[in-house]
């Protein structure tokens, strides 16, 4: 296959851009009147922007799997396929289920790992790299968003996120008004998105705002999977009129997979690559697919939806014996005469320019700092609209402070006293830590948010990560000084400032080592339930070795190391220490001749230095925010293998 050299294909004045930008003007003040300069003086770029086009040669995708008790085998998942993608034009991927669209729609926009496709795909006549997750938009089948933002704040977050710093945030409002109203959503606009549990936007509507989320940067390669499903068919033809404009006027390159599309979403489609078991069966436009199969004897009735005419072709060759052989003999011959006649080459030649591979596109549009900045507002917005949330959690800590401290309710210096305040420290430690897995399902809940997000470069791991930490500290030093401000006092443990301090210090960084292991187990997990099984055994075994029910020195050498991984190990001996060490009790005998010296050796916490244990806490805290974050960035990506 030759390559035309061509320079890129620039979009000039009236752009689509320009289009948007001044509709928008026109309706976000509609009382005054729009000259072309108040856009243009917004700082819109609307002169020249590059288009892209894509290329795909000979891709073949193989994956290993099991073969029925004879060993491993490969199975073929694309075929050789041979594609051409042009700016400007609506392309869409039909064929019957388990055909391979989704695939070679994963494999075209960089969702398949390089080493694992054989074949090219070049954007531009460049083999594509990661700056074209910049240019490029992924809206995935799912609609992950946050139910309780609403729609224009949705679309909003999406476009400071994935905007130029550079752009005024007026610029980005202006934007996001523009794509709800190409998207047909004004009037819910400043409804909440909601979800299943939450009344929100109705399933169509979630589908745009979807859309819109990922295309507010107007990339200029847009993939889709399949947009139109769970849609009603005027809001289906909606969302593909939107497409195939934004692909017409803005000279977008727009590739999506689609089932059985209507009679007018077919108008909106440019052309079509048919696949059939991950071969190529068609490629080319609409019309002269009705036409194709003659020469295997098949002619289409009038009246008859032509794409589900070629489905049905191919349902039938697949039944039959030949199998699906002859319509990919057919597809290699008319693409052997169509290079042959030189038709594409004359018609839309291969673009020749900047590619994936431009080094003028940063890999993400805001710092790291603006990322983490506005992750941060958007958790804190998540946090002050659930109210209920917040107050449970607090209730619960109430609930648990207060049964706690009436269960070892004024301890006294004796015996029995030392029995109330080992109890009292060891369960106050296993309540919080157990509670602390409440945070496992909001956080598998995000998970397909940030996937989403993630996978299109809107934001670094990094900058989710502190953004989530600056949202949840705040929270659990609340919740533990809560806790213990009601409980240290019922159980009257020694009544000293400095020792009330570290104690309710303590708390805190007892349900942040929690949440931090909590949240790394959830990174690993595939739902909730499997999470939860997996934390509360773990969880378990760490408070088994804590040193409460078997001393150090007693716990056999090789059962050892899971002492020191404990959660639980470095406060209960700080707390041991904070109470049987105190200056308050330095003379003290408890009972016989035991004085806090002996209870804390015997309780194995007499060499204990607060200090170390607290670094220790530190240091579990941030090594699972370590691995939290590697988790995130290596495990939970959306790249096939
Ligand atoms: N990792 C894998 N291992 C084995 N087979 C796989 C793997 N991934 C996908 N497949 C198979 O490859 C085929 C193509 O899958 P794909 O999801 O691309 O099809 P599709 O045309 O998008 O289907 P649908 O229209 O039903 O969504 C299917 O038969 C699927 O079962």
């Known amino acids: 296959m030759e390559l035309a050299l061509e320079e890129p294909v620039s979009r000039t004045s009236r752009s689509f851009r320009e289009e948007q930008v001044s509709r928008t003007s026109r309706s976000f003040r509609r009382d005054q009147p729009v000259a072309p300069s108040d856009f243009i003086d917004e700082g819109w770029d609307v002169s020249e922007s590059p288009t892209y086009s894509l290329q795909v040669k000979n891709l073949s995708y193989k994956v290993a799997v099991k073969n029925n008790g004879e060993g491993p085998g490969q199975k073929i998942l694309l075929n050789d396929i041979c594609v051409e993608a042009f700016a400007g034009e609506l392309l869409a991927i039909v064929g019957p289920s388990g055909s391979g669209k989704t695939t070679f729609l994963d494999a075209l926009a960089g969702r398949i790992v390089r080493e694992s496709l054989e074949g090219e795909i070049l954007v531009n006549g460049h083999p594509i790299n990661n700056s074209f997750r910049r240019i490029s938009g992924y809206v995935m089948q799912d609609d992950a968003l946050f139910p309780m933002l609403t729609v224009r ?52 509507e979630r589908r745009r705002v979807s859309i819109g989320s990922d295309l507010i940067h107007d990339p200029a390669v847009i993939f889709l999977d399949e947009p139109t499903s769970g849609l009603d068919s005027t809001s289906a033809l909606n969302v593909m009129q939107v497409l195939s404009r934004m692909a017409k006027t803005g000279k977008r390159t727009v590739i999506l997979t689609i089932h059985q599309p209507s009679f007018r979403i077919l108008e909106t489609i440019d052309r079509v690559v048919v696949l059939g078991r991950g071969s190529v069966l068609y490629e080319g436009a609409l019309q002269q697919l009705k036409r194709y199969f003659g020469p295997l004897g098949r002619t289409m009735p009038e009246d008859v939806n032509v794409l589900e005419f070629a489905l049905d072709t191919i349902e039938d060759f697949q039944k039959s014996p030949a199998g699906l052989e002859p319509l990919i003999k057919l597809q290699l011959e008319s693409r052997k005469l169509e290079v042959e006649k030189g038709e594409k080459r004359e018609e839309r030649k291969v673009q020749v320019g900047p590619g994936g591979a431009s080094s003028s596109y940063p890999e993400y549009a805001t710092s790291f700092l603006a990322q983490c900045y506005i992750l941060t507002g958007r958790n804190l917005k998540n946090v002050l609209r659930t109210p209920e949330l917040f107050v449970s959690r607090v209730m619960a800590m109430l609930l648990v402070a207060i049964t706690l401290g009436t269960l070892f309710l004024n301890s006294k210096v004796s015996e029995r006293g030392i029995r109330q305040r080992t109890g009292f420290i060891s369960f106050t430690l296993a309540l919080l830590i157990f509670w602390s897995m409440e945070a496992m399902a909001a956080f598998i809940e995000e998970r397909q948010i940030f996937i989403r997000e993630t996978s299109r470069g809107a934001y670094r791991v990094g900058a989710f990560v502190v953004a989530k930490d600056v949202t949840m500290i705040p929270l659990l030093l609340l919740l533990g000084t809560i806790f213990s401000v009601i409980s240290y006092f019922l159980v009257d443990l020694v009544r000293e400032a400095p020792e009330f301090f570290l104690f309710t210090f303590t708390c805190f960084l007892v349900l942040c080592t929690a949440y931090s292991y909590v949240s790394f187990v959830s990174t690993l997990v595939p739902n909730f339930a499997i999470g939860t099984s997996i934390c509360s055994t ?7 070795f804590s040193g409460f029910f078997i001393e150090r020195t007693a716990i056999p050498k090789y059962w050892i190391w899971l002492h020191y991984i404990s959660l639980f190990k470095y406060p209960y001996e700080v707390m041991l220490q904070n109470e049987f060490g105190s200056k308050h009790f330095e003379n003290t005998i408890w009972y016989g001749d035991v004085d806090s010296n002996t209870v804390l050796s015997n309780l194995g916490a007499g060499k204990v230095h607060i200090w170390v244990n607290l670094v220790a806490m530190l240091g579990i805290f941030v090594g699972y925010r370590l691995f939290f974050w590697f988790s995130l960035s290596f495990f939970n990506r959306s790249v096939r293998k």
């Not at 773990?538 to 088994?544: E, G, K, R, W």
């Open 153 to 204: 704040e949705t679309l909003l977050i999406s476009a400071r996120l994935r905007l130029p710093a550079s752009m005024p945030l007026k610029e980005k409002k202006l934007r996001v008004d523009n794509m709800i109203a190409q998207l047909g959503l004004e009037n819910c606009a400043n409804t909440r998105v909601g979800n299943e549990k939450v009344r929100g936007v109705s399933g169509g």
């Open 538 to 544: 773990t969880i378990s075994y760490m408070f088994l």
